[in-house]
C-alpha cells in the first residue's frame, strides 16, 4: 500500500502541474489504455462458452468495424478459419454473430418470423429513402403482399416487351455518348453501366414518361437518395446533415412526381397497360384496402433502387471481367452467331433461352461478385444454432454472408478464377454439389408472393432465401442478358495494358463494387 502511494504521490504531482489541455490528453490515455485492458480481460477471462467465439479485438466499440470494413470477405475467410463457421464480431459497437456455409446460409436466411427481423435493422436507412408504409416500414405481413403486387409486373409477357425497350436503350445510349465516340477508345466503364442500368430499368419498369425525366432531373435526385445509404447512416440516418437534408427533398420530390402521375392516370384511365405503376395501381390489400397512391410512389423508388445498385455493379463486374478475358467476349459474340444467326437479328426474350453461356456469364459473374455481401437480421429470441451448442442472445445482430460458400473449394473447384464455362456441361471446374447447379430441385415455399425456392443447403445465393428473397431476380437477369448480348455485338473489350488483371472492390458503400477508375480498352466491331 506504501508502495503504491509512493508512485501514486509524485504522478499526481506531475499531473496537477499540467496546462488544461495536457491534462485532458493524459486522461484521455489513461482512459483508453484502462478500456482496452478491461476488454482484452473480458474477451480472455470471461467467455461465455454457450455463445460463439468472438473475434479477437483491442478496442471497445470499434471492435472488428475496421478490417471488416475494409474487406468483408476477407474478413469471413480469416475468421473462419480461426472460428469455424459461426462466430461473433464486434461492429460498430454491436455483437454481431456471422453464420457461414451452406447451413448458416438457411440458419439465417430461412429463420423463422418470430426468430429473426429484416425491418428492425434496414428502416433506419430504407424509410427515409423509400418513404413510409412500404418494405421494412410496415410489418412483414404487408411487404410479402407488397412484393406480391410487384411481382405481377414481373412476368415474362412483361419481360416479352422489355427486351426490345432495353436493346433500343443500350444502342442508342452507345450512339450519342461522347466516350464511344469514333472507332475505339479508353473509358471508365461503372460510370457508363450505371446510366445504362437506370436508363433500362426505369423504361422497363416504370414507362417512356418517367425515362424521358432521367435525363433531366431525376437522374440528380436518385443520386441525392442514393447518398442515403450510407454505412454512416446506420447510426446517424436522422442527423440534419447536408446529404440527408438532400436525401429528404429528393424523396418528397420523386414521390411527388410518381404521385401526380399516378392522378393524371387515374384521371384517363388505360386497359392494357403492362407497366409496374398500372398494377399497383389495380391492386388491392387482402383487407380490402386498395394499394394507397402514396404506397405506389414508394413501391416505385423502392423496386427502382433495389434494382439499381446491384445491376449497375453486376454488369460494371462483367463488362470488367470481359475485358480481362476476350476469348470469353469472342466466345459469347460466336453463341449469338451460332443460335440466332450471322445477320444477328433484333433480340427477343425468346432468344435468351437459346444463349446459355450469356446466361453463364451472370450466374459466374454473380459468384465471385455478388453486390450484397452481407444480410443482416435483427434476433427476436435466443436462438440455438442446430449442431452447436451455442445460443445467440437477442443483443446481437445475426448476419448472412452466402458470398462464403459461393467461393469454396469444398463446392466450386478452383474457386477463385471466374469461369463461366463452368456452368455449362462437362466443365472440369462445375460445382462439385448437384444442388448448387440445380436450384429448380430445391424445396420451394410460399411466403405469400409465389412460390420460392428455399435455398436450404445451397452454397449458391446471390438473390437471398426465404421471406426476404429477391423478386427482381428474373427481371436482372432479362436485363443483363439483354445488355451483355447487346454490347458485344458493338464491341471487343480488352484490359489497357492486354493483361488478364481485374480490379479490386470497393467496400466503402453498403453494396461492393468496382474500385474506380476502371478503365478498359473498347474498339467497335464494325466501322462507326
Ligand atoms: C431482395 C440481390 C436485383 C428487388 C434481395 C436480396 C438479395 C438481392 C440478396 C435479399 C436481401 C435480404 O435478404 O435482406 C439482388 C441481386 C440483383 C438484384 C444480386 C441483381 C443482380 C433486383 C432487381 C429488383 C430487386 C432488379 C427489382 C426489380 C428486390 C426486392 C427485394 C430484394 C423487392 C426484397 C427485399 C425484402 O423482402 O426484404 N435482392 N437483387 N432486386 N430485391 Fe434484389
Not at 455518348?177 to 446510366?195: H, L
Not at 426465404?466 to 445488355?483: K, S, Y
Amino acid at each position: 500500500m506504501g508502495a503504491i502511494q509512493d508512485l501514486l504521490g509524485p504522478l499526481s504531482q506531475q499531473y496537477s502541474q499540467l496546462g488544461l489541455g495536457s491534462q485532458i490528453g493524459v486522461g484521455f490515455a489513461a482512459f483508453l489504455v484502462v478500456s482496452v485492458i478491461l476488454n482484452v480481460l473480458n474477451q480472455t477471462l470471461f467467455k461465455n462458452s454457450n455463445e460463439p467465439p468472438v473475434v479477437f479485438h483491442w478496442f471497445p466499440v470499434i471492435g472488428s468495424t475496421v478490417t471488416y470494413g475494409m474487406d468483408p470477405p476477407r474478413f469471413f475467410k480469416e475468421n473462419r478459419e480461426k472460428y469455424g463457421d459461426v462466430f461473433t464480431f464486434v461492429l460498430l459497437g454491436r455483437k454481431t454473430t456471422v453464420c457461414l456455409g451452406p447451413a448458416g446460409n438457411d440458419f439465417v436466411l430461412n429463420g423463422k418470423i418470430r426468430d429473426v427481423n429484416a425491418e428492425e435493422i434496414y428502416t433506419v436507412l430504407t424509410t427515409p429513402v423509400f418513404g413510409r408504409d412500404v418494405v421494412y416500414d410496415c410489418p412483414n405481413a404487408k411487404l410479402m403482399e407488397q412484393k406480391k403486387f410487384m411481382k405481377i409486373a414481373l412476368t415474362t409477357e412483361a419481360f416479352r416487351q422489355y427486351v426490345p425497350i432495353i436493346s433500343d436503350e443500350v444502342t442508342s445510349y452507345f450512339k450519342r455518348t461522347a466516350d464511344f465516340k469514333g472507332q475505339s477508345g479508353e473509358v471508365s466503364i461503372p460510370p457508363k453501366m450505371a446510366e445504362i442500368t437506370i436508363f433500362t430499368a426505369s423504361h422497363a419498369l416504370q414507362g417512356k414518361a418517367i425515362r424521358e425525366q432521367f435525363d433531366e432531373s431525376l437522374a440528380a435526385l436518385y443520386h441525392d437518395l442514393d447518398m442515403g445509404f450510407s454505412p454512416i447512416n446506420f447510426t446517424f440516418h436522422w442527423a440534419p446533415l447536408p446529404w440527408n437534408n438532400r436525401r429528404d427533398h429528393a424523396q418528397r420530390t420523386v414521390a411527388k412526381l410518381y404521385m401526380d402521375t399516378i392522378k393524371r392516370r387515374r384521371a384517363n384511365p388505360e386497359i392494357d397497360a403492362q407497366d409496374m405503376m398500372f398494377h399497383l395501381m389495380n391492386s388491392t390489400y387482402k383487407n380490402g384496402v386498395q394499394v394507397p397512391d402514396h404506397e405506389i410512389a414508394h413501391m416505385m423508388i423502392a423496386l427502382l433502387m433495389a434494382g439499381q445498385h446491384s445491376s449497375s455493379s453486376t454488369s460494371s463486374w462483367i463488362m470488367l471481367l470481359l475485358a480481362s478475358r476476350p476469348d470469353i467476349m469472342e466466345d459469347l459474340y460466336q453463341e449469338q452467331i451460332n443460335a440466332l444467326g450471322p445477320d444477328l437479328p433484333p433480340l427477343q426474350y425468346e432468344d435468351l433461352a437459346k444463349l446459355p453461356l450469356h446466361g453463364a456469364i451472370i450466374k459466374e459473374t454473380l459468384r465471385l461478385h455478388a453486390p450484397i455481401h452481407s444480410i443482416m437480421r435483427a434476433v427476436k429470441q435466443p436462438l440455438h444454432v442446430p449442431g452447436t451448442k451455442f445460443v445467440i442472445p437477442t443483443n446481437h445482430v445475426l448476419m448472412s454472408a452466402p458470398g462464403v460458400s459461393a467461393s469454396d473449394p469444398v463446392f466450386f473447384p478452383k474457386p477463385d478464377l471466374w469461369d463461366p464455362h463452368r456452368w455449362l456441361p462437362d466443365s472440369p471446374n462445375a460445382p462439385t454439389l448437384a444442388r448448387a447447379q440445380d436450384e429448380e430441385e430445391e424445396e420451394k415455399i410460399d411466403y405469400g408472393y409465389g412460390l420460392v425456392s428455399k435455398g436450404a443447403a445451397s452454397p449458391y445465393l446471390p438473390f437471398g432465401a426465404g421471406r426476404h428473397r429477391c423478386i427482381g431476380e428474373q427481371f436482372a437477369n432479362v436485363q443483363l442478358q439483354t445488355i451483355v448480348a447487346e454490347v458485344v455485338r458493338l464491341f471487343k473489350f480488352r484490359n489497357v495494358d492486354g493483361s488478364n488483371k481485374v480490379i479490386g472492390t470497393d467496400y466503402a458503400s453498403l453494396f461492393s463494387r468496382p474500385l474506380e477508375p476502371a478503365v478498359i480498352h473498347w474498339e467497335r466491331r464494325e466501322k462507326a
